[in-house]
Nanobody, 119 residues
Framework: QVQLVESGGGLVQEGGSLRLSCVASGITFSRSTMGWYRQAPGKQRDLVADISRGGSINYADSVKGRFTISRDNAKGQVYLQMNSLKPDDTAVYYC?????????????WGQGTQVTVSS
């Protein structure tokens, strides 16, 4: 059974920092592209950042220079360090895992963790 469990969300003032963590189980973590997405009320779920199994990283333009994604394959964890937080960063943040077994794509989500940035 695949599980992605996020932690580290909370309430922070504008300009503050938070570090999100996601622990993965039931998947071959080292073969997976891991990502963080977010969804604000009334909006679609959007990519924040992802990191491939080879270490290639993508960031949404809105978080470049403020957020850093990293992974620890030995621990099966992915992290999102969020600095200089803004009220617009308020959303539920979801951990995502994607991997391929041959031509079959597997896509998994965590339950989400709330991040609220007050002005």
């Amino acid at each position: 059974q695949v599980q992605l469990v996020e932690s580290g969300g909370g309430l922070v003032q504008e300009g503050g920092s938070l570090r999100l963590s996601c622990v993965a189980s039931g998947i071959t973590f080292s073969r997976s592209t891991m990502g963080w997405y977010r969804q604000a009320p009334g909006k679609q779920r959007d990519l924040v950042a992802d990191i491939s199994r080879g270490g290639s990283i993508n960031y949404a333009d809105s978080v470049k220079g403020r957020f850093t994604i990293s992974r620890d394959n030995a621990k099966g964890q992915v992290y999102l360090q969020m600095n200089s937080l803004k009220p617009d960063d308020t959303a539920v943040y979801y951990c995502n895992a994607v991997y391929y077994n041959g031509f079959i794509r597997y896509n998994y989500w965590g339950q989400g963790t709330q991040v609220t940035v007050s002005s």
